[in-house]
């Protein structure tokens, strides 16, 4: 079974400030994929990452960074320089390849990110 | 260049009513997925399915719950005598292929049901 805890139920942080969400994960799978979704107050969900269980590699898109340790069985979400319209609830999951091939999504209950102006 | 489009948006239904959520996946995507968020928590898997078949339905309640996705049209998920506790957003995904782990699953804007 998988397993996804963002202990970080609601951060708030002032509008410029960096801001880090915690993600850490439990599988036995080998293989196994992680990601990042944005929901804003609209609803939507916005894919931001997807990192795979071979690829520790930390990656930087614009403001965004991932820190990927398998280590510690994490993936955490940094945000820099943050910005109102980064407010929102942040979800961080967990897919393995299944006996089916199945790539069903485990979600963590989410952080709510509130940027103060 | 359509995404994964639901209808409708925003659903409304009396108790013992029926729902019907219909998800349409992504040009060229076989798969679909369909996920539950109840309020203030998040997503969990329901069901996955190719065309005509149900691959797993580990997700799904037992009873008056439903999912189908035909040859041809969308995929749906059917809630039969709706209960309070049915009231949620309910997330649709698709993918390309059957373990492609390459893809990352794209996800519709839900469909938030409101049971009255």
């Known amino acids: 079974a998988q397993k996804v805890t963002q202990a970080q139920t609601e951060i708030s942080v002032v509008e410029k400030e960096d801001v880090t969400l915690d993600c850490v994960y439990e599988?036995?799978?080998?293989?196994?994929?992680l990601f990042w979704y944005k929901q804003p107050p609209s609803g939507e969900l916005v894919f931001l990452i997807r990192r795979n269980s071979f690829d520790e590699q930390n990656e930087i898109s614009g403001r965004y960074s991932w820190n990927f340790q398998k280590s510690t069985s994490s993936f955490n979400f940094t945000i820099t320089a943050s910005q109102v319209v980064d407010s929102a609830v942040y979800f961080c999951a967990l897919t393995t390849e299944g006996g089916k091939g199945v790539e069903k999504l485990t979600f963590g209950t989410g952080t709510r990110l509130t940027i103060i102006p | 260049n359509a995404g994964v489009m639901q209808n409708p948006r925003h659903l409304v239904r009396r108790r013992g009513q029926e729902a019907r959520l219909r998800c349409s996946p992504m040009k060229g995507h076989s798969h679909v997925y369909w996920y539950r968020q109840l309020p203030e928590e998040g997503l969990k898997f329901m069901v996955y399915l190719q065309k005509e078949n149900i691959i797993d339905e580990s997700g799904m309640p037992k009873e008056r719950f439903s999912a189908e996705f035909p040859k041809e049209g969308p995929s749906i998920l059917r809630i039969q005598q709706v209960v309070r506790g049915d009231s949620a957003a309910y997330f649709c995904?698709?993918?390309?292929?059957?373990?492609?782990?390459?893809?990352?699953?794209?996800f519709g804007d839900g469909t938030r049901l409101s049971i009255l």
């Open positions: 995904a698709s993918s390309p292929s059957r373990g492609n782990n390459n893809q990352p699953q794209h």
């Open positions: 599988t036995r799978d080998t293989t196994y994929y």
